[in-house]
């Protein structure tokens, strides 16, 4: 299968490949792939040469700011644990301060996991991330205010990119040289493109 | 990265640079302009946002908490973005027309869901050199940690910042009087690309 919609949901309370069930340490950055904490993933999150992934949406758990007393942990006039998500493509960060200076990213209050009434997103990732063939991805969770216990209130964070793979990440790559964004609408399209090409009558001689 | 989508968020939280964990609400003023870059109250930055000459932002979405009044201002260097009919200052968007984070109750300590009504389109352009600020206004003082009530309020921003040659796409788009967004700059872009791989014209060739 060529263009596949793929998601990845972290959460500390869930142990694997190597991830404990423990609370994340305030102001701490932890990869939600191998971060070492919740449900984890063998090895670090890579595209290979013929592979080519496109960033949709994050996400993480929300933080609520209104008038309240301390609790879970945290301090008084916010409800939540203050977390935020970072997309990290090889070394670099990808939201930035506008002092230029790599930020913590997107704050779950403005895209958050999961949706309720009560928090609903603010936040678009639009335009989206690409990760080109060869590069090596990662996203970030960072909590200022953990909650003390697992159960009280879960870190989550997720992850929703399409994964382009064989022809359609050359043609993908073909896409991103032209300046068009990178979608299964623009591959199909490319495609329908080159088979008119191909079944065109040659021109004359 | 030439084109990338960025967000700022400010919380009345701590006094320092960048966030830190177990900071406390601090106190805001009623009916005072607090900028949420270098206001020097909650998550702060090293100084103003402002472009450089490979630069372009559009801000594409401002919000603040509903609770205590609050409004956000946008400000390209000494001019507010929003006014009111006979042009005198405003606070700019109050947290009830466009509150952060949607959903978020009206009053402190509410149980109701306050939902957006305001878009903002068009968008917000901050040329190269131009410097930057969003302003967060309540018009109740917001109390602090050492307040028998303590309340949080927040400020959000989304944008996109165009960097080198997109940005200079995007002046051009301005000078066209397109709208800059990356639809649009990719499209110039082909646009660029196929006048390149053009034949050329008969006559011109020597």
Not at chain 1, 5 to 27: F, L
Not at chain 2, 2 to 8: C, D, F, H, K, N
Not at chain 2, 61 to 79: K, L, Y
Not at chain 2, 84 to 103: E, F, L, Q, W
């Amino acid at each position: 299968m060529a263009m596949r919609s793929q998601v990845y949901a972290w959460n500390n309370s869930r142990a694997s490949h190597g991830g404990t069930a423990t609370v994340v340490t305030a102001g701490r950055s932890y990869s939600i792939f191998i971060g070492s904490i919740g449900n984890n993933i063998t090895k670090p999150a890579e595209t290979t040469a013929t592979q080519f992934v496109v960033i949709e949406d994050i996400g993480c758990d929300p933080t609520g700011y209104d008038a309240s007393a301390a609790a879970d942990g945290g301090v008084a006039g916010e409800t939540g644990q203050r977390a935020y998500v970072q997309v990290v493509i090889n070394t670099t960060s990808y939201f930035l301060d506008p002092d230029n200076v790599g930020n913590d990213g997107v704050p779950g209050t403005a895209a958050p996991y999961p949706r309720t009434i009560a928090f609903q997103p603010s936040f678009n990732l639009y335009p989206d991330v690409y990760v080109l063939p060869g590069q090596t991805w990662d996203v970030q969770y960072t909590a200022y205010e953990p909650n003390p216990t697992t159960a009280d209130g879960a870190s989550e964070a997720f992850v929703k990119y399409t994964l382009y793979d064989g022809p359609d990440a050359l043609i993908a790559n073909k896409l991103l040289e032209m300046g068009i964004s990178v979608n299964p609408g623009n591959v199909d399209w490319y495609k329908r493109t080159l088979i008119s090409g191909a079944s065109a009558p040659a021109p004359q001689a | 990265m030439a084109m990338r989508s960025q967000i700022y968020e400010w919380a009345n939280f701590g006094t320092s640079v960048r966030r830190s964990a177990g900071a406390l609400a601090q106190t805001v003023t009623a009916n005072q302009a607090l900028d949420i870059f270098i206001g020097s109250v909650g998550n702060n930055i090293t100084k103003p946002a402002e472009t450089t000459a490979t630069q372009f932002v559009v801000i594409e979405d401002i919000s603040a908490s509903p609770h205590n009044g609050g409004s956000a201002q946008v400000r390209i260097n000494t001019t507010d973005y929003f006014q009111n009919p006979d042009v005198t200052v405003m606070s700019g968007i109050p947290g009830r027309a466009s509150p952060y984070p949607v959903g978020a109750p009206s009053t402190a300590g509410g149980s109701d869901n306050v939902l957006s009504s305001f878009n903002l389109y068009p968008d917000v352009y901050v040329l190269p050199g131009q410097t930057w600020s969003v302003l967060y206004t309540p018009t109740e003082d917001v109390l602090g940690s050492s307040s028998a009530t303590t309340t949080g309020v927040a400020c959000f921003v989304k944008y996109t910042l165009y960097d080198g040659p997109d940005a200079l796409i995007a002046n051009k788009l301005l000078e066209l009087g397109v709208t800059v967004n990356p639809n649009n700059v990719d499209w110039y872009k082909r646009t660029l690309i196929e006048q390149a791989s053009a034949p050329a014209m008969a006559g011109g060739v020597a």
